[in-house]
């Protein structure tokens, strides 16, 4: 009974995994993304890349990764304590099969069309309604739409924009925004479109990807 009750609670390692994953994709995550996101907080490997800040700057990703965080604490506790007590008769294995029955049932509810949908819908609108707009992420607050792109666009040596000033570069009516100029560690905002372009400059532009596209070459040809 207690090898039974320690694979019993794997599996609800494993529902959990994949509940936690569907939640992350509806709050827009890449699922391969989430799903390592979501092993790596469980286990408390402490695996850090860039796509960690996906999670951490996002206010709803980060209360679901602090119950993983937790519940994957208890979880190491739980299987350590089955294993020492594998040769007891304490093990309630009818009751844990009883909660993986659940959450196996929760995660065929979750990846229901209707129930995905109305996810989706629901934890939008509470990032929209309960948090700053400075503490939205950069996809949710600037990218609402299909069009919208922000560019790092590197001028190298051979860019025909060097000596130019962005002002003079981009028209008035064309849908390009110039965020800032990134030289070294200096950040040029205020003066931003009557600066003089050097090489190594990085510039930051927000708008519409075709408008960029346009301006600034195919994407190919960009280097960032």
Request: charged share 25%; proline share 2%.
């Amino acid at each position: 009974m207690g090898v039974l009750f320690i694979l019993i609670y794997l599996g609800i390692i494993l529902a959990v995994i994949e509940i936690n994953t569907l939640l992350f994709t509806y709050t827009g995550l890449d699922k391969h993304i989430a799903r390592f996101q979501v092993i790596s907080m469980l286990t408390g490997t402490g695996f850090t890349t860039g796509e960690s800040e996906l999670i951490i700057d996002h206010p709803i990703r980060r209360r679901v990764g602090a119950f993983l965080i937790l519940f994957g604490a208890f979880s190491l506790a739980v299987i350590i304590s089955a294993i020492s007590n594998l040769l007891s008769d304490e093990f309630y294995t009818k009751n844990i099969s009883i909660v993986a029955a659940a959450l196996i049932m929760i995660i065929f509810i979750l990846k229901t069309p209707y129930v995905k949908k109305l996810l989706s819908s629901k934890l939008e609108h509470e990032l929209e309604e309960h948090y700053d707009f400075r503490d939205l992420p950069i996809r949710d607050a600037l990218l609402t739409d299909e069009s919208d792109h922000i560019l790092n666009y590197f001028i190298d040596s051979s860019s025909e924009f060097i000596g130019k000033e962005l002002g003079d570069v981009i028209e008035e009516d064309e849908d390009i925004l110039v965020l800032y100029i990134q030289r070294g560690d200096l950040k040029i905002r205020k003066n931003r479109l009557v600066t003089e372009i050097q090489e190594g400059d990085h510039i930051i532009l927000y708008g519409d990807e075709n408008a960029i596209e346009r301006k600034f070459g195919p994407k190919e040809d960009r280097q960032k």
